[in-house]
């Protein structure tokens, strides 16, 4: 079904937080932004219009997009950006994807403030796989920076040092308790006993991964990244950026307040503050102080990471049927790592005047002057190259104490990988140590949703650890925790055409050049080809 279109408008508007003003880039005044409900399959077209002073993409953060990568958003991507006083009409295709998932803006720092929930409803005539609940709340989990963000990426590449700390993690746009001056505007939940309620919660934290729970409440989670999952009964979750969960929770306490809380997962100390909002029931004592979650995993429980994240499998029976790639065409193995590289007469901020930089195999990602999709369609020369490497340039012990110092310094480039239309492909990340500071990159790949099939501890083994993974029943997503000092293996079927990013969504981290974009070929056919560009393309 068509929808109907939506308007939006982006300017500055003027927001407090932690007693102190500044203006801020939103969607039609909002913060956070307005939540765009649709059901399976449908078509959706959003003109955005910027009013602002920055140029903005924005993209539509797992959904497919079949065949039209010309509207999926990154900058100098799939798209030039919409300068101010410019205009774009997304066109947005549904396919496979139901449950919850979120929009972001898709150049510099933006999406700080420039992002919403997507709700995907079932089809008419067909339902959830869990009784229907009795209503739902989105929960989107972002930060909040006093300063202008975009002064925050300046710094962020010009420095050697972990800069960019934001100052309040925010529940629906909102610190809450814990931070200064923020009690008055906590976000609120009202709830009625006995029920169940759906909470569609959306990490959109720029830095961090966190833990999320609600004081004496248990949660079914029942999707993940606009897909079902197999029902897990927890008191907390995990989530990293990028991903979104939807939890089953049953009021079923005594009728008070309660916090609901989440707190960021550091594996080195960068920020371990926590933001609060509110689960009041309607007809409960208002005045005590709310319970916190005592089962909130600490800061450093590396343990409740991966206790909870193993267990998240794919709902797979004759109504909800996963295809997971048995074989494997194409074998990439992409190591992650921050390192630092040298700036011009020594003029950055790092140890010798470098900078930091972030790189994929080795090869730190730089923005072309012109986005991929229209370099590769129209077949402009010498904005990208197609040597993006299968493998490491150099094979090292990646988790050991110290990265040696050839790999600390990654050469630069605009490279791609170049797949077959429906091959099969599989990656596994590798994560890298340097200083002994190793943290998790949630790795999200555009275009697609890919099957998590294994993860593990140190470095990855060839000959061993491919005979754990699981070929059955592994979540569908499209962002995936490699862990800290560990890897991770994902598959999925190149059967969308197209040029497609790939990064790391920790923001500094992308910012640096933990990037690579993917050209999927066409098919034989038109109807498995890229479809015809929009008549309205941004210039560069
Ligand atoms: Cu959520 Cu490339 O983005
Ligand atoms: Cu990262």
Redo the contacts with the bound molecule.
Sequence with gaps: TTVRPINWVLNETSYTRLCSSKNILTVNGLFPGPTLYVRKGDRLTVNVQNQGKYNVTI?W?GVKQPRNPWSDG?NYITQCPIKPGANFTYEILFSTEEGTL?W?A?SDWS?ATVHGPIVVYPEIGTSYPFPKPDAEFPIVLASWFKGDVMKIIESALEGGGETNKSDALTINGQPGDLYNCSKPGTFKILVNSGKTYLLRVINSIMNEEVFFAVAKHNFTVVGMDGAYIQPIKTNYIFITP?QTMDILMTTNSSQSRYYMAARAYVAVVYDNTTTTAIVEYINGSKNSTPAFPSNLPNYTDINAVTNFTKRIKALANDDYQINVPQKVDTNLFVTISVGSIPCPNDSCDGPNGSRLAASLNNVSFEEPAVDLLQAYYRQIGGIFTTDFPNVPPYFFNFTADEMPDNVLIPSTGTKVKVLEYNSNVEIVFQGTNVLSAAENHPM?L?GFSFYHVGSGFGNFDNSTDPKGYNLVDPPEIN?VGVPKNGWAAIRFKADNPGVW?M?C?LERH?SWGMDMAFIVKNGSTRSTSIRRPPRYLNPC
């Design positions: 993209h953060h990154p979120w972001h898709h999406r990028g999200h555009h962002t990013f990064h969504h992308s």
